[in-house]
């Protein structure tokens, strides 16, 4: 079966330093990779998507950039975090040519 | 681009109650619609969907109506029970290989015992 592993499920992070968080998925091949992000109370916002290795598609401007280097990977990055980048940031996969979206558990990153 | 809107904000139900949420789009090229369930910190789970060639669809208690000429849909949970408190999540797309899904802001659903 697929699982979806997301890292770090924490992270406190003063303002200006850079940011990485990892995302993978096992037991599938060319998945189609996302990062969505969760403000406090609100709903989820699509950043980035991908279709595959290399192709990134950024839905909204921001601080914020996103790399598929593997197949079953995709990473989140910042260079200089901002307070407003503070969320809950989801990875979540859907099988390709296929629309169900599964979610990974999530990064709850502050920044202070 | 694609909006959804998602009422109410809030649901308080008793227990053995019904809980209807509903939502709304815009694109009318989105043809699916998943709910999820998100209880506190953790992450969203996929409850139900409903794609627009299907009026309804049931799964045990929960169910989802779509209607496409008015582009809106709704999810109806029966015989509430206190494990169904969580925030729900509407969510609309268009099948068109990948799912960059667009939410509403959510329910937050609340069964007292």
């Known amino acids: 079966s697929q699982t979806i592993h997301q890292w770090p499920a924490t992270l406190v992070q003063p303002v200006g330093s850079p940011l990485s968080l990892e995302c993978t998925v096992e037991?599938?091949?060319?998945?189609?990779l996302y990062w969505y992000r969760q403000a406090a109370g609100r709903g989820l916002q699509l950043l980035f998507y991908?279709?595959?290795?290399?192709?990134i598609s950024s839905e909204v401007p921001q601080n914020l950039s996103a790399s598929r280097p593997q197949d079953r990977q995709f990473i989140l990055s910042s260079k200089k975090l901002l307070l407003s980048d503070s969320g809950f940031y989801l990875c979540?996969?859907?099988?390709?040519?296929?629309?169900?979206?599964?979610f990974g558990q999530g990064t709850r990153l502050t920044v202070v | 681009g694609e909006n959804v809107e998602q009422h109410p904000s809030t649901l308080s139900v008793q227990e053995g109650d019904s809980a209807v949420i509903k939502c709304t789009y815009s694109?009318?090229?989105?043809?699916?619609f998943p709910w999820y369930k998100q209880e506190l910190g953790k992450r969203p789970q996929l409850i139900i969907d409903?794609?627009?060639?299907?009026g309804e669809k049931k799964d045990q208690r929960i169910a989802v109506t779509l209607n496409k000429t008015a582009k809106h849909f709704s999810l109806h949970i029966t015989e509430t029970q206190p494990e169904d408190s969580a925030v729900y999540f509407c969510?609309?797309?268009?099948?068109?290989?990948?799912?960059?899904?667009?939410f509403g802001k959510g329910t937050m659903l609340l069964v007292s015992p």
């Open positions: 979540a996969w859907s099988a390709l040519r296929a629309t169900e979206a599964f």
């Open positions: 037991g599938t091949s060319n998945p189609n």
């Open positions: 991908s279709v595959g290795i290399g192709q």
């Open positions: 694109d009318s090229a989105s043809n699916y």
């Open positions: 409903i794609r627009s060639n299907v």
């Open positions: 969510a609309a797309s268009m099948n068109s290989g990948y799912s960059t899904l667009t």
